[in-house]
Every structure is written in structure tokens, then in C-alpha cells.
């Protein structure tokens, strides 16, 4: 399983960019994709999350500035940001959540992140 993140850089407060995640690799199903970030010092946090049934959760500091999607055909997942904050500053990584067999349990694996620089 091979995860691929693009789509960072810097971008000035109030700015947009767009994240792509492309999965690769032999699984049963793909139960969620997800973006997370971490800021120097701090936890790893959610970002945005969908899953199977196109359901999607974010986190608290989200408040409608990004969405989550994905292409099934493409084995893909963005991440649209809007708005963004100084604060957004981190390295953003993208999660798979799969399994190799029937109602087996889920793997999670990660890609090597890519970085969003905000700059007031």
C-alpha cells in the first residue's frame, strides 16, 4: 500500500490550496480516507475524514473553511482548503483505512506528508 500527497506549499492568510492523496496497492476495500496535520510540538490532529459511504467528519477548527472528497475511480481523496489561517501551518498527512479480507479488521496506513506553510 502506497499513499501519495501533493499539493502543499505556501500560501498567504486568506488563501487557498488543494490536496491530493492517490492510494495504491491491493487491499479487500478501502474503508476511509483522511487527512490529519501536525504543527511543530503539537499531536497529530484530523483534519477531515470520509468514508465508504461518502460520510465525512472534521475537525472542530474546520468550521466549513475545507472540504474532504474523494474520486473512487482514481483511488483519490482532496482536500479543498479555504480561508486559511496561520494557524493551518503544518504538515499534513493522508490516511487510508483498509482491509485485506472480508469483515477482517482495518489497517491504517500513512503517507510521508506534505507541508502548508500560512504566512500572515
Known amino acids: 500500500v502506497q499513499l501519495v500527497e501533493s499539493g502543499g506549499g505556501l500560501v498567504q492568510a486568506g488563501g487557498s490550496l488543494r490536496l491530493s492523496c492517490v492510494f495504491s496497492?491491493?487491499?479487500?476495500?478501502?474503508?476511509?480516507m483522511g487527512w490529519y496535520r501536525q504543527a511543530p510540538g503539537k499531536q497529530r490532529e484530523l483534519v477531515g475524514r470520509?468514508?465508504?459511504?461518502?460520510?465525512?467528519n472534521y475537525g472542530d477548527f474546520v468550521k466549513g473553511r475545507f472540504i474532504i472528497s474523494r474520486d473512487v475511480a482514481k483511488n483519490t481523496v482532496y482536500l479543498q482548503m479555504n480561508g486559511l489561517k496561520p494557524e493551518d501551518s503544518g504538515v499534513y498527512y493522508c490516511k487510508a483505512e483498509v482491509t485485506f479480507e472480508y469483515r477482517s479488521s482495518p489497517y491504517s496506513f500513512w503517507g510521508q506528508g506534505t507541508q502548508v506553510t500560512v504566512s500572515s
Open positions: 470520509i468514508a465508504s459511504g461518502s460520510d465525512t
Open positions: 496497492g491491493t487491499v479487500f476495500s478501502i474503508d476511509a
